[in-house]
């Protein structure tokens, strides 16, 4: 069975913090995305990744970064915690070539204090 | 601008009642839809997509969803809905290539009356 998981479900952070969220997936996917679901604003992308170590901005990338080491796994990362970045997370993969659809996480949902 | 437009934020239908959530689309390509359903607290469940050909796909849990080009539409129909169906929908239209980004509306949240 298609798994992505998520390395927290319910994460707490004070401002300014250096916060990490991490995705793995067990399907060999090229293509990895994070996500992040705020009510009345559905999901807006973050960063994408299509490759080890390739990355891409999404649509609202200011104070996150990522990582891609490896295939399996992808890390959002906030450098400096910021109330605003209060909000649920959510990792998803799709394997590239043909039509598939994307896999998502159970998300993460982080409160910055 | 490529875009989803959900147009209901709340719907509210009675148990056994019939639902039908609207998505229409603004894409510049061929699209690729995809429904989805959320429950509380929960990542994303795929209900349903539709690439080509039939224009009225089925998918899981009874839902069906219709493609209307000429409307720019992808709505989501159940002809009887569950208490467990409470949840929030999402409509998306994505690439089959290249970065296979997506665009989601911004949801609809179904509440169901016992």
């Known amino acids: 069975d298609v798994k992505v998981t998520q390395s927290s479900r319910y994460l707490v952070k004070r401002t300014g913090e250096k916060v990490f969220l991490e995705c793995v997936q067990d399907?060999?996917?090229?293509?990895m995305f994070w996500y992040r679901q705020d009510p009345g604003l559905g999901l807006r992308l973050i960063y994408f990744?299509?490759?080890?170590?390739?990355?891409e901005k999404g649509d609202i990338p200011e104070g996150y970064s990522v990582s891609r080491e490896k295939k399996e796994r992808f890390s959002l990362i906030l450098e400096s915690a910021s109330t605003n970045q209060t909000s649920m997370y959510l990792c998803?993969?799709?394997?590239?070539?043909?039509?598939?659809?994307?896999?998502f996480g159970p998300g993460t949902r982080l409160t910055v204090l | 601008a490529q875009s989803v437009t959900q147009p209901d934020i709340h719907i509210t239908v009675s148990e056994g009642a019939s639902l039908e959530l609207r998505c229409n689309y603004s894409?510049?390509?061929?699209?690729?839809l995809f429904w989805y359903v959320q429950s509380p607290g929960q990542g994303l469940q795929l209900l349903l997509k539709?690439?080509?050909?039939?224009?009225l796909v089925q998918g899981i849990k009874g839902f069906e969803a219709e493609f209307k080009r000429s409307q720019s539409s992808f709505n989501l129909r159940k002809p009887s809905v569950h208490w467990s169906d409470a949840a929030e929908y999402f409509c998306?239209?994505?690439?089959?290539?290249?970065?296979?980004?997506?665009?989601f509306g911004t949801g609809t949240r179904l509440k169901v009356l016992a």
């Open positions: 998803a993969s799709i394997l590239a070539g043909g039509i598939n659809e994307q896999f």
């Open positions: 399907m060999d996917h090229e293509n």
């Open positions: 990744s299509y490759d080890v170590k390739m990355k």
């Open positions: 894409y510049g390509a061929t699209p690729y």
């Open positions: 539709y690439f080509s050909g039939d224009t």
């Open positions: 998306a239209v994505g690439a089959a290539s290249g970065t296979y980004k997506y665009i």
